[in-house]
């Protein structure tokens, strides 16, 4: 009987020196499956596995760095143990010795679903972009008018020049309304001079300008103002635009309808591929282009003072590009 009962106990020690030995082999490792993003670590040659704001530190992570799909922001699920007693440079995250890793894709409902396995789809990046064009009425005019005397005085050009331009002012501020905004946008006074071959340069006279430009809403004034500062002296028109200043509502439509082709394009090439657009990776915006439209280039007054100066108003065209990147499966 005795004999029994010492073997019984001899077989239950080595049973718990078996798993206490397996226990300190391990080193302190639990397994562990963790669903998340890859994401690169400050560790040399690192990569950790973000789940919902914790970090696991992957220490075999060149056994699968060769996969296509293992990169940056990828979704991943991971089987393997974490590692309490291992310690690494900066100990960013918990030490995780993987042992088996594959991607993962958004499912339809929103959670997620393995690709990989049986499943021969794979993650493929497209580049495509999208343009628009947007009509607008522009509700802005800008113009610039100029008085120019020459004579062979500086002074004498100076003194008509300013007789001159104070009458076009006080002409083009009446024309205009009290909510234009009247500026002076140039002064010169510059010699005229000929020149002639192997001899210094003569000077015949001399030049003063005087620029103003007048920023107005009212279209239906453009006309007035030109006919106005014409019959006051002005005798250069130095440009008329239209513009569209509050022009937010069409820059925004501009870049929806951008962003709608760019999307309705990765969409064929998913389903060109048999698959479909997983998710967006990233979007860029290559600008909006709002040129004003020009209405005169640079025109003498005096041969239009005697009728009245017809503007017509156009549209204006809001252009604008979207570019972006694109995941899909395909097929």
Do not use: C
Request: proline share 4%; net charge neutral.
């Amino acid at each position: 009987m005795m004999s029994r009962l010492f073997t019984i106990f001899g077989a239950l020690v080595l049973v718990t020196l078996f798993t206490t030995g397996q226990g300190l082999a391990e080193g302190g490792a639990t397994q562990n499956t963790v669903r998340g993003r890859l994401q690169k670590t400050v560790e040399p040659g690192g990569w950790l596995i973000v789940v919902d704001g914790q970090k696991y530190l992957l220490l075999n992570a060149q056994r699968f760095q060769k996969e296509s799909w293992f990169k940056e922001a990828a979704e991943v699920e991971a089987t393997g143990d974490t590692k309490s007693d291992v310690m690494t440079t900066y100990m960013e995250g918990t030490p995780f010795e993987v042992r088996s890793l594959r991607p993962l894709a958004q499912g339809p409902a929103g959670g997620t679903q393995a690709v990989g396995g049986g499943d021969t789809r794979r993650l493929t990046r497209v580049t495509v972009s999208g343009d628009s064009i947007v009509q607008a009425q522009p509700d802005t005019a800008i113009v610039t008018v100029s008085v120019v005397t020459q004579s062979k005085r500086a002074i004498d050009a100076q003194q008509e020049n300013a007789a001159k331009s104070e009458a076009v002012v006080r002409a083009l501020k009446a024309a205009a309304g009290a909510g234009a905004e009247v500026k002076t946008s140039g002064y010169s006074l510059q010699p005229q001079r000929v020149y002639r071959e192997n001899q210094p340069p003569t000077i015949t006279g001399y030049e003063a300008r005087n620029s103003v430009t007048v920023t107005l809403s009212d279209l239906t004034k453009v006309g007035s103002v030109i006919d106005a500062t014409a019959q006051a002296g002005a005798n250069d028109i130095a440009g008329i635009s239209l513009t569209l200043r509050r022009d937010r509502p069409a820059r925004d439509e501009a870049l929806a309808q951008a962003t709608q082709e760019a999307m309705g394009k990765a969409r064929v090439i998913a389903q060109a591929l048999g698959g479909r657009v997983v998710r967006i990776v990233e979007v860029h915006e290559e600008g909006t282009i709002r040129p004003p439209v020009p209405v005169y280039d640079r025109m003498e007054t005096s041969r239009m003072a005697a009728a009245q100066t017809p503007i017509e108003v156009g549209s204006l065209e809001i252009t604008s590009r979207v570019q972006l990147i694109a995941e899909v499966d395909g097929g």
